[in-house]
């Protein structure tokens, strides 16, 4: 009997979910106790490769000759599912025609599964915490709502950061910062400047959203009225 190898899916690492219908299906070699590339017998003929959506399934694409190769690009046509589990499974084939297991636990030859992420996630407007408008410190902090993306969730959240509102490209000072929460606290802000944000948003799978609209602007200022006030008492006028 031939022995069986692992197998998993993605480019070089093991992926859980991925945007395409287009992957990749790695695997490594099959050996014997001895470590040579052979089933201690005949030797390795030639691995196969399938995809189901069940361990061992062959739903999707029908067991495959890959040759004598470790990974192949694998299109698996228009017909995926969003938040399905999707197997790769491999196996490999001596010369006497006989093939190694495949089973997910223990595993062997198969893959832990992946599933179809290809929705963009909505993205999510910014605005100045408590919508001030003013802020007399010199930080200024936003704020933004949690996008529950359907179906792989939400990883995080790039924004940026302007100076300009009818400029506000060549008028950045943060560009596409990653962050994981639903703030951001921009530090050494400058009095008399007003600050706008956008976001978009990364779910796991990877999709990246447009980024949404410009949040109302706030305006940095930490200096207090100057003069001198007079004061008078008990003079009525008029």
Do not use: M
């Not at 361990?55 to 938040?83: H, Q």
């Not at 602007?217 to 007079?230: F, Q, S």
């Amino acid at each position: 009997e031939a022995s069986g190898g692992w197998a998993g899916t993605g480019t070089g690492n093991d992926i859980s979910w991925s945007t395409t219908s287009i992957i990749k299906v790695h695997w490594n070699k099959s050996f014997d106790p001895s470590g040579a590339e052979t089933d201690g017998g005949s030797g390795i003929l030639r691995y196969w490769y399938a995809v189901g959506t069940t361990p061992g399934g062959t739903d999707i694409i029908e067991w495959t000759d890959a040759g004598i190769s470790y990974s192949t690009a694998v299109s698996l046509g228009l017909s995926l599912s969003d938040g399905v589990t999707y197997y790769s499974s491999v196996r490999s084939e001596n010369g006497a025609g006989l093939y190694s297991r495949v089973r997910l636990s223990p595993r062997e030859g198969e893959s832990d599964g992946f599933r179809i992420d290809t929705q963009v996630p909505v993205p999510t407007q910014p605005y100045p915490d408590a919508n001030a408008e003013y802020v007399s410190t010199t930080s200024v902090k936003f704020v933004w709502q949690q996008v529950n993306d359907i179906p792989s969730g939400t990883s995080g959240y790039y924004i940026i950061i302007s100076t300009g509102l009818q400029d506000f490209n060549s008028s950045r000072i943060v560009n596409d910062e990653f962050v994981t929460t639903t703030t951001y606290i921009l530090l050494s802000c400058q009095t008399g400047i007003r600050y706008y944000a956008r976001l978009k948003v990364k779910d796991i799978a990877g999709n990246i959203s447009n980024y949404d609209g410009t949040s109302t602007g706030v305006l940095v200022d930490t200096t207090a009225p100057v003069g001198t006030i007079t004061v008078y008492d008990g003079v009525t006028f008029g």
